[in-house]
């Protein structure tokens, strides 16, 4: 290894001029106030993050350090998470799951806003929807019948894929098959106007399990989140 003194001759044959006594200078020099108080404030800032899960930003990292009698400036916590490479989880943009497809011919709206039924498997209504996780945006759709507002099917996946929708319906009709009450002529499919119930090769599925097709609106089906409390913890319905 090369020594100081050395080192600093180099720098200066280059133009540098570096004192040897200004290196020993600043390294015996007393640390600052100021890195003092930042190296406390780090420490703090690092444990409010990370006992929050490392969502919190820096107004709320502030926030918290007030509440424990820590005063500190805005900027000053700012300065400090970015040195420690934190920031706080941002808010995505809005989703969009009901997207009308114009090009798809439609059912008539058999229902009318008329949710009720007399008894089990006879109208069905299906929706669309998103949970927000840790890992991403899940879309799920799911099948509730009117009767009994249970949820019958449902489906997740990471992507809107087009296998979502019907894989809701084929648990639903698995499902009452298996417990002896095999739904299929006479049952109402009712669901909002989006792309992915009115394709050609869901539609196609109805009618192969003997299923009549209900369209309503855009967003339309969506209300079931009134009368079914289950449905009323969803981030959109």
């Known amino acids: 290894m090369f020594g100081v003194e050395p080192i600093c001759k180099v720098a200066t044959s280059h133009g540098l001029r570096i004192a040897t006594s200004t290196y020993y200078a600043a390294k015996n020099r007393a640390t600052s ?3 003092v108080r930042d190296a406390e404030l780090k420490r703090q800032i690092s444990r409010v993050h990370a006992d929050n899960f490392g969502v919190y930003g820096v107004r709320k990292v502030r926030r918290q350090l007030y509440r424990e009698g820590i005063p500190v400036a805005p900027c ?3 300065r400090l998470m970015r040195a420690l490479g934190l920031e706080g989880a941002r808010r995505g943009k809005e989703v969009r799951t009901t997207i009308r497809d114009d090009g798809h011919e439609q059912a008539c709206d058999l229902l009318k806003r008329d949710f009720t039924a007399s008894r089990p498997n006879e109208r069905w209504v299906a929706y669309f929807t998103y949970v927000t996780t840790w890992s991403g945006l899940v879309y799920a759709a799911f099948v509730v019948d009117v009767f009994s507002r249970a949820i019958v099917g449902w489906s997740a996946a990471t992507s809107k894929r087009a296998k979502l ?3 809701a319906l084929d648990m639903a ?6 417990a002896g009450t095999p739904a299929g002529l006479g049952l109402v499919h009712h669901s909002d106007a989006c792309s992915q119930y009115t394709s ?5 599925h109805l009618l192969e399990a003997g299923i009549d097709a209900s369209i309503g609106t855009v967003g339309d089906a969506v209300n079931v989140r009134s009368w079914n409390p289950r449905l009323a913890r969803s981030r959109r319905i």
Do not use: K, Q
């Not at 009709?173 to 298996?178: C, K, N, P, S, V």
């Not at 050609?200 to 196609?204: E, L, M």
């Open 200 to 204: 050609f090769a869901f539609t196609a």
């Open 76 to 78: 000053t916590v700012a």
């Open 173 to 178: 009709l698995w499902r009452r098959d298996r």
């Open 165 to 167: 929708v019907p894989a």
């Open 33 to 35: 106030p100021r890195s």
